[in-house]
């Protein structure tokens, strides 16, 4: 038997017996570089940076490219650190699940520090402002997802807790954002030093946003006038702050008891899974797929590691902004979230399962070859139609990976104008006909279908968590199946809204389709996946 925090230097036997590729530096070591000089933060303790980003810093540190490991802040769940990073010297065994059922297996020990990053959590929130502090600080990098940057409500309106934030004292900020602004303001003061806010989230743009959130705080506090107008110009300074785009991709899947039970019939030890008082699923071991990209725009003010090494691609904005709008925006992410809301109106809990019905295989290539496919640009780095044939045919069939269609589902409302709204764009730019779309407006109607909590069997069902369904899921509680509704009635406080779909799609005229399909869907038991086969037929 093995366990992660058995001495992997002094005893490797107890690992290569068990097929587990070691580490190829002394932890102990790495963890003194980090004090002496930090180089690496990363927001967001969760299994894609464990499976993704921490290999990368590992496969680094193997090659003596890197000496100093990664700090990790957790924003959200002080659980993934009490229960996770800390009883396991902040140690994780990366399980890569390959399609021919094999297991490839490595001891992961990349991460110097784990803390949470909370004002209520007083240790955390002054160590990592000295660790800011520090000249050597190179990059960060961010995996918190879609709403971890959000400042504004369903309205667009800034929030509560984001007024409070530019309002008040810097160190009181409570939002992500206000909080790592409070950062930069620590290493600004401290002497201006360069440094790279890399976001890796998996939506377009995304360093954009992450400048947006960080400025819309700023330019607050200095409204308020709790910062200078210098701490603005050093944030927007280029050649001092920069906010590089990325494209990330790695099907990271929660978890799963199979990879556990596995784990454990063949010696591994730390095979329990957390599941934590705010909902988090994560184990000492994290199962990911083999395919994987990161695509990053290579501006480092402060230097940086040679990420290239690890097999990042490093490049221009344009081309990053190509690869993650063909990626995010069109050949993966919009046919995982058609699959995550029919998935889970039809009873599926697992991906590869939805691929075995040719009815929702049909959609999604409807979706990707003949709507999304039209209107990308090739990145040139990665081949759009070679992408979205091995995600069809490899990546989504892959039945040694546990992924569900309810994870996929997680934060629809704020993944929907960014996997669909930039489609939508390209085909008002070009001045095509939205009437021509099927795909598209059948998985809108099938998201507010899915707002209403009843399965295509007429049995209830409990949606993945996401921000917006109390403001949702009222507009659509009083249907029931069966009933004959005026569909544009009911549906335009959603159709309408352009902070979850991009556009008005009352305006644009996408509306009238996803009404008509919605009132179809709704006809009674089977009539979901009745709709979606009777729409591809009829195209």
Not at 128 to 137: G, K, V
Not at 263 to 285: C, M, Q, R, S, Y
Not at 323 to 338: E, F, G, I
Not at 406 to 416: E, N
């Amino acid at each position: 038997m093995v366990k992660l925090t058995d001495d992997y230097l002094t005893d490797p036997t107890k690992f290569t017996a068990e097929n587990i590729e070691l580490p190829k530096f002394s932890q102990v070591e790495m963890i003194a570089e980090t004090k002496k000089a930090p180089i690496w933060v990363h927001f967001g303790g969760g299994n894609l940076f464990r499976c993704f980003h921490a290999k990368i810093a590992q496969d680094l540190l193997n090659e003596g490219a890197l000496k100093s490991g990664v700090v990790v802040a957790e924003t959200y769940d002080d659980g993934v650190i009490d229960q996770i990073y800390y009883p396991f010297q902040n140690r994780m065994l990366q399980v890569v699940m390959k399609q021919d059922g094999s297991y490839e297996k490595t001891l992961i020990a990349s991460v110097a520090d784990s803390l949470y990053y909370s004002r209520q959590n007083p240790v955390g929130w002054q160590q990592l402002r000295e660790i800011f502090e520090q000249p050597s600080l190179q990059m960060v990098t961010m995996s918190i997802t879609e709403k971890g940057y959000q400042l504004t409500d369903i309205h667009g309106e800034l929030s509560a807790a984001a007024k409070a934030d530019i309002a008040g004292d810097p160190e009181q900020a409570s939002t992500n954002m206000g909080a790592i602004a409070r950062l930069l303001l620590a290493r600004y003061n401290a002497g201006a030093y360069p440094i790279a806010m890399v976001s890796t989230d998996n939506f377009s743009e995304n360093g954009q946003r992450f400048q947006d959130g960080i400025l819309t705080i700023a330019r607050g506090w200095l409204d308020h006038q709790l910062v200078t107008a210098e701490f603005l110009d050093y944030l927007q300074d280029a050649t001092r702050v920069s906010f590089p785009w990325s494209m990330i991709d790695r099907i990271t899947p929660n978890p799963a008891e199979n990879v556990a039970e596995q784990l454990a019939a063949t010696g591994f030890e730390d095979t329990t899974i957390v599941h934590t008082e705010k909902h988090t699923n994560i184990a000492p071991f994290g199962n990911t797929e083999e395919t994987h990209y990161l695509v990053i725009e290579d501006a480092f003010p402060n230097g940086r590691p040679p990420l290239e090494k690890a097999g990042v691609i490093l490049t221009d904005r344009e081309t990053v902004n190509d690869a993650d709008q063909m990626k995010v925006t069109a050949c993966l992410n919009p046919l995982h979230t058609a699959l995550a809301i029919f998935g889970s109106l039809l009873g599926y809990d697992s991906i590869a399962a939805e691929m075995e019905n040719p009815i929702l295989v049909a959609l999604i290539k409807q979706l990707g070859y003949q709507e999304d496919l039209p209107v990308v640009k090739d990145p040139k780095i990665i081949d759009p139609k070679a992408f979205i044939d091995q995600l069809i045919e490899q990546r989504l069939p892959n039945k040694n990976i546990p992924d569900t269609p309810q994870r996929i589902a997680s934060d629809t409302s704020q993944k929907i104008p960014v996997r669909y709204g930039v489609t939508l764009r390209h085909y008002l730019d070009e001045g095509r006909d939205l009437k021509q779309l099927i795909a598209m407006p059948l998985i809108f109607a099938g998201w507010c279908r899915y707002l209403m909590a009843i399965d295509d069997q007429g049995e209830k069902f409990e949606p993945s968590r996401d921000p917006l369904l109390s403001e949702l899921q009222p507009v659509v509680a009083n249907i029931r199946l069966g009933d004959q509704i005026e569909a544009h009635e009911v549906l335009q406080p959603i159709l309408s809204n352009k902070e979850i779909f991009g556009y008005d799609l009352c305006k644009i005229g996408l509306a009238e389709q996803v009404e008509t399909y919605f009132q179809e869907m709704i006809a009674g038991p089977g009539a979901v996946i009745k709709t979606i086969q009777n729409a591809l037929e009829d195209k």
